[in-house]
């Protein structure tokens, strides 16, 4: 039986939360980054990326925050699952809310994280272009995503 999840908006003071799920998250799936750059990611988390973003977290039984996904102008610009919750329906739930809800259709994915890339194939997200680096000029090609792009 699948456990009870439910989607809301965090407030300001669960995301000391919501980057202890990013970094549970990354660490589990980003093996290719190393220490000093996840270090780098997670300070830019408070001040700059999650204020720019719409956010949705999903909370289980016990009302832990479990995942979350950002979303701005149509783009999933990110979606972390907690280590110990991830192949439970939470990523599935969360990026079916940003696309039905919020209107998401694109987004990007590491290229180095074939999980998260077979996750997004597997929701209907089609490859459509790549890019050599990060967002911040760093050499961790991205992958870019539609939905649906060959219909």
Known sequence: MQPTLKLLTPSVDEYPELIRVWESSVRATHDF?????LVALRDKLLPQYLPAVTLVCCKDERQSICGFVGVAKQDVHMLFVADGQRGRGVGKRLLQHAVQVLG??????NEQNPQALAFYQHQGFEVVGRSETDGLGQPYPLLHLRLGAAK
Do not use: I, M, S
């Open 33 to 37: 980054l190393p220490e000093h750059y």
């Open 104 to 109: 998401a259709d694109r987004l990007d994915v």
